[in-house]
């Protein structure tokens, strides 16, 4: 059987990178295009023939179950389980074995709650059940593969070694790394080590590499983003509703923009790039925004100008203000005739009050 109906998604994760867009919410729950990022992924899997999903959660683990229940509205059964303590990727796969009801041979696809792909995930499971492999990786290339784990693999692409992020040129062999999804044979999971901490990067599967597994890995270079930072999830979020990154859950056609129904956006403000703008949110009069995302019943004000920026649920941007690179946590307020540039980082609540950050000149 190439079908693999169980999956587990790791959605444990504090998303510290994100802050202050994971004060209040779990990264995995964080909206891209109009839907909790998790919902892109859980849509993902069900339209690659997996039923079950088990997700392992931690952080704030609360919020998931209200939302999206036992998952029958996405034709999903999905159960949670929840660590008392953080226990890694390994030990978090670990921990919900005893969930599975696959038998010992069959496939299960574990995915990382943070990595926007549109890697074909049953041709995944296809190259696991043809090779006979112990454990498959999804590899992908990127161009500087420093910020990342590598995995070489030989010219029938099984994998060879795993390598922590390289220090040196030397270092870099290959330029595949780890793309954070995986087939296991079901009786692997139970190979991990329970009760504690385990990273399947850097322990599972280098052990399993040395103990004579077969892992092997498939290189599937098709969209690939790790949401990690403010910057790149606003990325993500525009490139879902410009199609770029392919999605079953997008609540809208793909184009330039995605208007959530409550929405209210003046006649004359500019809208493009992926931005989408959410429900009960108000844009005012000759405002341009171009690829970014406006939560929840934030406003932006008459004039103002947003490129490649997220404003966090009930947040208020002032007229006039300028705003490249920047993440507005919750039910902060901006100022008019601000200007906030690249990587910063305005905290849920916060007041800037008029013109009081500048990067060029008032006049």
């Not at 890697?119 to 090779?131: E, F, Y």
């Not at 040395?210 to 498939?218: F, T």
């Not at 525009?238 to 809208?252: E, K, N, T, Y």
């Not at 000759?286 to 690829?291: M, N």
Request: hydrophobic share 40%; proline share 6%.
């Amino acid at each position: 059987m190439t079908e693999a109906r169980e999956a587990i998604l790791l959605v444990g994760g504090k998303g510290t990178r994100l802050r202050p867009l994971t004060v209040h919410t779990p990264k995995p729950m964080v909206p891209a295009a109009g839907v909790p990022f998790l919902t892109h992924q859980l849509a993902r899997a069900r339209a690659a023939g997996v039923e079950h999903i088990v997700l392992a959660t931690s952080y704030l683990a609360e919020v998931f179950e209200p939302y999206f229940g036992d998952g029958s509205s996405l034709g999903l059964s999905i159960e949670y389980v929840t660590e008392d303590e953080p226990l890694g990727t390994g030990g978090a796969i670990r921990n919900v074995a005893s969930r599975l009801t696959s038998g010992p041979d069959e496939p299960v696809i574990v995915f990382n709650g943070d990595i926007l792909t549109g890697l074909d995930i049953r041709a995944l499971v296809a190259a696991h059940a043809t090779s006979g492999a112990d454990v498959s990786l999804h590899l992908t290339r990127v161009e500087d593969p420093r910020a990342f784990g590598l995995v070489p693999t030989d010219d029938t692409g099984r994998v060879t070694a795993f390598l922590e992020k390289p220090q040196t040129p030397e270092e870099i062999v290959t330029d595949q790394i780890n793309a954070g999804a995986y087939v296991f044979r079901r009786s692997v999971v139970d190979t991990i080590p329970a009760g504690r901490p385990v990273s399947v990067e850097r322990e599972t599967f280098p052990g399993l590499l040395a103990s004579g597994a077969h892992l092997q890995g498939m290189v599937d270079s098709t969209y690939w983003l790790d949401l990690g930072t403010p910057q790149a999830f606003v990325r993500g979020s525009a490139d879902l509703v410009l199609g770029r990154a392919p999605s079953p859950a997008v609540p809208g056609r793909c184009g330039d923009r995605l208007v959530l129904p409550t929405a209210s956006v003046a006649a004359d403000a500019k809208l493009s790039g992926g931005t989408v703008v959410g429900e009960g949110a108000v844009i005012g009069e000759g405002a341009r925004i171009t690829g970014s995302t406006v939560l929840d019943g934030a406003v932006v004000e008459p004039g103002a100008v947003v490129t490649d920026s997220l404003i966090g649920a009930g947040a208020r941007i002032g007229s006039r203000s300028v705003l490249t690179g920047a993440v507005i946590g919750d039910g902060a307020h901006v100022g008019a005739d601000n200007e906030l540039r690249d990587g910063i980082r305005i905290w849920c609540g916060a007041v800037l009050p008029d013109a009081s950050v500048r990067f060029s000149s008032d006049q």
